[in-house]
Each structure stands twice: as C-alpha cells, then as structure tokens.
C-alpha cells in the first residue's frame, strides 16, 4: 500500500461498490502514483499511460464488486495486477509485444566478471535504460524481474512459449548491461 495514504481497504472497496463516488475518489488518489510507475515501466509514451491508466481505473471501478480483501495490500495489488493486463493489452493491440529478433550485438554472452557495476548506478538512470529497451525485452523483464512471474505464466501472458520468454529475458539483460556499461564508460 502506498506510504502515508493508508485507508481501509475493505471498508473503502465496498463503499466504492456500492457506487460511492467519494470512496473511489479516494481509492484514486490513493493508488493513482504507484499504479502509474508500474504502467510506466511496460508502455513507454506519456500520453498512453495516462489511456492505460484510465482505462485500467474505469474497469477496476466496474468490476470492483467481484474485489475480494485478503490482507493489507489486497486491494493495492488487485488494482496493480488490472494496470499490468491492461498494459499488456495494450501493448498487444499495437502489436508492440512480439518478440524480438537477436541483434549481433545480444550474440555476445556476459560473463560474471563482465557485468557493469550498477552500485553507482542511480534507479532513475537504470529506469531510463530500461524504457529503451526493445517493447518485447521490458515487458518480458518487468514481468519476470519486477512481477515474479515464471516464465509459463509469461508465457500464458503473452501468447509465447516458455522457451521464448527465456530467451527474450536473456536477450534483455545482455542488451540491458551493454547499455548499463555505456553509460558507465560515458562518465568516466
């Protein structure tokens, strides 16, 4: 749950089913930043995260009966899982999401001794890297790195076989250390 905004999420969830638009306001205002930094790191332009956005907050008011608390953090992670599929949706009516095609510059392996030094890496400048990469590469990497999700639930996902999303995975991190080294060597 975000910090500083607790609310009741039961109590709040249920007022917001009932049609309260006082109680959905708050359930916005209370997730709408956190819920936008998770659609940021699958959909890259500005102006379709705020769509993805609304779109996910329109189909989690309208399916907010069918919310079902569990603990703390139950409904934040509702609302997170709706932003991801609706992102992914997203990504897929545009045909954004293919897989993509190994570069010669993904051929060369990283080995332990290779990988960049990321300690002095800021999270904004790691951030940033990881918008540039390839549509395919991010989704595959937030969704496995970020989400915890194993690769047949990528798989599933996505429409790919487990085989794909692992390689597409391994692809992201290769392109993601040769960046990472880049910019390292750019400021030394």
């Known amino acids: 749950m975000p910090r ?8 709040i969830a249920a007022l917001a089913a009932d049609g309260d638009t006082e109680a959905m306001k708050q359930i916005y205002c209370s997730y709408a930043d956190v819920l936008t930094a ?15 956005l609304h779109d996910s907050f329109v189909k989690a008011f309208s399916s907010i009966a069918q919310f079902s608390y569990k603990q703390p953090g139950s409904l934040g992670a509702w609302l ?19 897989a993509v095609s190994l570069d010669a510059d993904d051929s060369i392996d990283i080995s332990a001794d290779d990988a960049p030094e990321v300690e002095s890496l800021a999270a904004n400048e790691l951030m940033m890297l990881i918008k540039r990469l390839p549509d395919g590469y991010r989704t595959i990497l937030n969704l496995y790195a970020i989400e915890g999700r194993s690769h047949r639930e990528i798989a599933d996902l996505l429409g790919i076989s487990p085989e794909t999303s692992a390689s597409q995975l391994h692809r992201a991190k290769l392109r993601l250390a040769k960046m990472i080294r880049e910019l390292m060597d750019s400021k030394y």
């Open 4 to 11: 500083g905004k607790e609310i009741d999420e039961q109590r």
């Open 38 to 52: 998770v659609c940021s790191r699958y959909v890259v332009d500005s102006e379709a995260v705020k769509d993805v």
């Open 80 to 98: 997170k899982r709706i932003v991801v599929n609706e992102a992914l949706a997203f990504l897929k009516k545009r045909s954004r999401i293919d």
